[in-house]
């Protein structure tokens, strides 16, 4: 049984860690016999994502993925048998030829035993995860602006 690596408190949009960021999750992908798959070297095969609850209730799941196939491989070393990790949400802002640009980052992180922090950049699978979590956002602000 993998050890907690954070402190987590339970949320009724999400669960968030005691830094307040939302706890980023690693669940097993299973085949329709409901038997784990495994890769081409026999490593078991993981999905990531993020739960909570949005209208007074309603589940959504966001799943991401690294930033590039390469990725998994890092993602495995910062979970290191860990089911969940923090995941730091941060804009970043560039110029490029005197035009701004501002884009989201997603980076999920842990700190091993000897205090060393490990991340890698994740991004939302898909449209509508963004959708989701931009909703699981609004409902986190409007909650802690109604405390």
């Given amino acids: 049984m993998a050890k907690e690596r954070t402190s987590a408190t339970t949320n009724t949009v999400m669960t968030l860690a005691a830094s307040g ?21 026999g490593n078991p095969m993981y999905s990531y994502c993020l739960h909570g ?33 923090e995941l730091y949400v941060h804009d970043v802002t560039t110029e490029i030829n005197g035009t701004k640009s501002t884009r989201t980052v997603y980076t999920a992180f842990s700190v091993s035993e000897t205090g060393v922090r490990y991340e890698c950049d994740v991004r939302p699978q898909r449209d509508s995860d963004k959708a989701k979590l931009q909703m699981l956002f609004a409902e986190l602000k409007a909650q802690a602006a109604a405390a």
């Fill in 21 to 41: 960021n939302p706890i980023l999750q690693r669940e097993r992908i299973v085949d329709k016999n409901g038997q784990p798959m495994k890769s081409r070297d």
């Fill in 53 to 85: 609850t949005v209208r007074g209730g309603r589940k959504v799941k966001v799943d991401f993925a690294p930033r590039d196939v390469g990725g998994y491989e890092p993602l495995d070393i910062l979970f290191d048998g860990a089911d969940t990790a």
